[in-house]
């Protein structure tokens, strides 16, 4: 049973660019939530997806967008990126609200 | 504003001893508190605790929540060197279903 899976695992982007990260869920789970975790830090819900739209928001600019497929893997978009968006981004799925979310092992985004 | 606080924010001990890790919480609307542990990357989850006084226990690990006084416990009796990880708690929010969690608390065992 794959658990939840991210790729890539490491990224390293300038100021100013765009990053597409992506997430596979946890087989049997159709909700996918994005949290950023800055070093030192826990981490801090971005938004989350279920069948395909964007159902909660967190207080992240609009620079940070997101889709689902019908296949519930996700991705998260960032634009315009700041050194402050350098992070552990973590994806999690979940099959019901309210259930479990389980963590996927993160992409560690660099933005010099 | 939702918030968890977690202490101590670090801790040193030796293999063999006991800790007790500690969350609050002030949230507009709860639906469940959880531990995760997090060795690298990944948060792997722990225990998921919705009913107060009502002890979870997996192994040496076990933990219990405080309705009243907005509160839980992780504790970790006779500890291992694998217990070192940074422990995360989490309240889920229930209607908005999103997590919001502590800093953490690092723990760090010394053979």
């Excluded at chain 1, 790729?7 to 087989?27: A, D, N």
């Excluded at chain 2, 890790?21 to 639906?31: A, K, P, Q, W």
Aim: glycine share 8%.
């Amino acid at each position: 049973d794959a658990g939840v899976t991210q790729s890539p695992t490491h990224l390293i982007k300038t100021r100013g660019q765009q990053v597409t990260l992506r997430c596979s869920p946890k087989s049997g789970h159709d909700t996918v939530s994005w949290y950023q975790q800055a070093l030192g830090q826990g981490p801090q819900f971005i938004f989350q997806y279920y069948e395909e739209e964007e159902r909660q928001r967190g207080n992240f600019p609009d620079r940070f967008s997101g889709h689902q497929f019908p296949n519930y893997s996700s991705e998260l978009n960032v634009n315009a990126l700041l050194l402050g968006d350098s992070a552990l981004y973590l994806c999690a799925s979940n099959r019901d609200p309210g259930e479990t979310q389980y963590f996927g092992p993160g992409t560690r985004l660099l933005v010099l | 504003e939702d918030k968890v606080v977690q202490s101590p924010l670090s801790l040193v001990v030796h293999e063999g001893d006991t800790v007790t890790l500690n969350c609050s919480y002030e949230v507009t609307n709860f639906r469940s508190l959880l531990w995760y542990k997090q060795e690298k990357k990944a948060p792997t989850f722990l225990f998921m605790l919705t009913s107060s006084g009502i002890e979870k226990k997996s192994g040496r690990l076990s933990s219990i929540l405080d309705k009243k006084e907005l509160s839980s416990i992780l504790n970790i009796t006779a500890t291992q060197t694998g217990d070192s990880a940074i422990y995360l708690c989490a309240v889920d929010l229930g209607n908005t279903d999103k997590l919001i969690f502590g800093t953490g608390t690092r723990l760090q065992v010394f053979p």
